[in-house]
């Protein structure tokens, strides 16, 4: 709020023209996500800005988008957390309020599941041969994709769990504390770089990445998808299924504290 009117901070509302037009940030521009990469590279001088974050109605969206962005290079791509819901309760009733439930709180699974043996990777076809051309083409496809058909509703997990090979992006206590039946962990920002744990994810089965709030697991989707693997973000994360849990122990449990009530531009 602070750097509303600061030329050197640029916001993307990526959200539709009509909910745009209703209320939005000062000075944010609308762009549609699938839309971003090109927007960058022939709109806008990118390395002009201090900070560019991407808005969107929930945060998941634009965290997947700003995602892909600094997989293109572009490091100073930020999405705002919680998207729109933080800033005012009009745009949070029916995104994050609407979304957040203890629906499975009673069903979580404590058993430890270690992280299996490496295994395949990916085989991708791109048809190029240079590292920077095949990353330009996968990042270009990722953003071909509907983000929304990377979204997997709790009740579907819950009701299967064995469709998913499910990575819990979490904290060691966070996991312990209960997760979704089958689930790995692995460590937030180091297991799954190719140093660490990638090449265990399996490459034939459905790969399901959950966290607190489904907004870190949507970097990770956007990551995990160029590389060519199947996988899919648990929509809300935790707090799609035990959001008072999360509330009560501090962790990152959407509440109305998380309602900034900032003004908007109509």
């Given at each position: ?72 290079g572009?490091n ?7 998207g ?12 994050w ?7 499975f ?20 076809s ?22 929304k ?16 090979y ?34 265990t ?38 707090n799609s ?26």
């Amino acid at each position: 709020i602070d750097n509303v009117r600061n030329k050197k901070y640029l916001v993307l509302d990526i959200r539709s023209e009509d909910w745009y037009a209703y209320g939005h940030i000062q000075n944010a521009e609308n762009v549609e996500g699938p839309e971003l990469l090109k927007y960058f590279e022939t709109k806008i001088t990118p390395e002009n800005y201090d900070k560019i974050t991407i808005v969107c109605y929930s945060g998941q969206s634009a965290a997947y988008y700003a995602g892909l962005l600094r997989l293109a290079g572009y490091n100073n791509v930020y999405s705002l957390k919680w998207g729109m819901s933080s800033w005012a309760e009009e745009f949070a009733t029916n995104i994050w309020k609407k979304n957040s439930s203890d629906a499975f709180a009673n069903q979580l699974e404590t058993t430890v599941n270690p992280i299996p043996e490496k295994t395949s990777t990916p085989t991708i076809s791109t048809g190029k041969t240079e590292g920077k051309d095949i990353l330009k083409q996968r990042i270009e496809e990722a953003f071909a994709k509907p983000y929304k058909e990377f979204i997997v509703k709790a009740e579907t997990v819950f009701e299967n769990p064995s469709d998913y090979y499910t990575v819990n992006y979490v904290s060691e206590d966070r996991y312990n504390f209960g997760h979704v039946p089958g689930a790995v962990r692995y460590q937030p920002n180091s297991s799954l770089s190719s140093t660490a744990d990638l090449y265990t994810l399996p490459t034939n089965k459905k790969i399901l990445v959950s966290c607190d709030t489904g907004l870190s697991a949507a970097y990770a989707v956007a990551y995990l998808q160029v590389l060519g693997y199947d996988v899919y973000n648990l929509g809300y994360g935790a707090n799609s299924y035990m959001n008072t849990v999360l509330k009560e122990k501090g962790w990152n449990g959407f509440s109305s504290e998380e309602i900034k009530e900032y003004p908007v531009v109509e």
